[in-house]
């Protein structure tokens, strides 16, 4: 079969993320046989009758068992099990990958199930995603253009390196690679201390009396703004958890921003906040185009 | 003319707001003509050949002069002197009403330039706009089924405030009325805080190091979560300082909120950062659908 870069594909946990990458590198042609796991047999079955998968098997080991390239897509929560239960496979040939949103905390799982001699485990985070879930949000173009970011250790293979990277190339994404904790320190603030701001703006406000009446004077940038805040409580859960270090870090540097706000209103400086609001606007009109 | 609601409105400002509003009630036939009168004359020649206003006048007392409606349409900071040049004309008959994001000082301005005993102030506020700015960005829809917040003082006259529910009603906004006060805590917490804590966020970013490489990784997400600090710096320094008191307590409220979270990730307490996210996931799908 030399028209697929390899056998067998693997992924476990066949929601938006799993779902799109097996719709992607079928398109592609990147393997001859893409097979499912997961917690959840029915949706292993919409799966398979989506045409996402072409056979599941609800043990993790059996799936995983022979196959070229074995991606772990569920919950940061659950990716320590679930390298319990493919370690119970023959992996010897098998190249393991993740799709985490938090780099460091997954390395030290897989070090701790499958050693730290293990050369073919390639952490790896697409910067992709809707706010939909699910098998049947699953879309082949998802990762079209959109970066993924794989944090090899000093033990990745460069051999277990390059399939996963041309594997997410099949899938159209433009992939970079950093060190885990660079991945870590950049998410914590372009996305994990968003969250964290978006939900707790909610939340706040929720909290006041009238709060139907604060919600019905909201705009669209309100809407744009709090749309972070209708992610998966779970996931980001476990998102903030595993990356909790970063999180931190960033959440005191944040305090310190709102800090300097705060005072510069409460003396009524405008010419401080007018400089902090046109640094920002140059930077985020720079950055979004 | 019995076809008019009104004979002529002078609109002072015709930026996107109100140039916008001009668009929509020469539209509906709300008014036999539209002056404009505003600080540019480049932008009045501008708003003339769009076939925004009828006529301008680089005088605002001038253009105010037996005007049925004034309608101030400048930043915050800036309308307390064009009140005065109002004051300037003959407006015994006038309605004058605004547009400003902040509603108690606009009201004291008026009471200081006006007196406390002028009965045909409306202090009023569309909570509509784009990040678009300037005549040209204006356009007859804008206020299609956007809400008009009109916020009477004890002094306002019915009269008035219901000429002025009328002109805004003919550009297509649904009008609520309710205090000042109600209004600035409300607009404090669904726009003023945001804005402050999205400047602030990427403000916080752009101050790391590889700031290139932070937004190089930011997602959708963070464009739409930032999307409000692109908005006009000098604007936003205007409504921070015009509803300072009110945008002050909402700051101290989420920094308790912030706290509640820095300590429950520094517990790593999931349960009940799982709370808060859930709470805040069910509150923003239950106004946004």
Not at 20 to 45: D, P
Not at 125 to 140: D, K, L, W, Y
Not at 148 to 175: F, H, Y
Not at 234 to 262: A, F, G, Q, T
Request: with cysteine; charged share 25%; net charge negative.
């Amino acid at each position: 079969m030399s028209e697929y870069r390899v056998d067998t594909v693997c992924i476990i946990g066949t929601g938006l993320i799993g779902g799109s990458l097996a719709l992607a590198i079928r398109q592609a042609g990147f393997c001859r046989e893409i097979v499912g796991a997961g917690r959840t047999e029915e949706t292993l079955i919409k799966a398979l009758e989506l045409g996402v998968i072409d056979r599941y098997d609800t043990s993790i080991a059996n799936a995983a068992q022979h196959a070229d390239i074995v991606v772990v897509c569920v919950p940061l929560g659950s990716i320590y099990s679930v390298f319990e239960q493919i370690n119970a496979a023959e992996i010897e040939n098998t190249v393991i990958t993740d799709a985490g949103s938090a780099k460091q905390s997954v390395i030290n799982d897989a070090e701790f199930v499958f050693g730290d001699e293990f050369q073919n485990f390639v952490p790896g985070h697409p910067i992709a995603g809707t706010e939909r879930s699910g098998v049947s949000a699953a879309f082949p173009e998802l990762y079209q253009n959109r970066r993924v970011i794989l944090t090899p250790t000093e033990n990745t293979s460069s051999d277990a390196l390059e399939k996963v990277r041309a594997m997410w190339q099949s899938a159209g994404a433009e992939v970079e690679t950093m060190s885990a904790q660079h991945h870590d320190r950049v998410l914590a603030g372009t996305s994990h201390l968003p969250h964290l701001l978006a939900f707790g703006l909610v939340d706040c406000l929720n909290n006041l009396e009238d709060v139907d009446e604060i919600f019905r004077f909201a705009a669209g940038g309100f809407r744009d703004f709090t749309r972070i805040a209708s992610s998966d409580p779970v996931m980001w859960r476990d998102i903030c958890l595993s990356n909790r270090d970063e999180v931190m870090v960033m959440m005191r540097r944040y305090s310190v921003e709102m800090e300097k706000m705060y005072k510069a209103l409460e003396a009524g400086d405008g010419e401080e906040l007018r400089e902090i609001f046109e640094r920002a606007k140059k930077a985020r009109d720079a950055f979004c185009g």
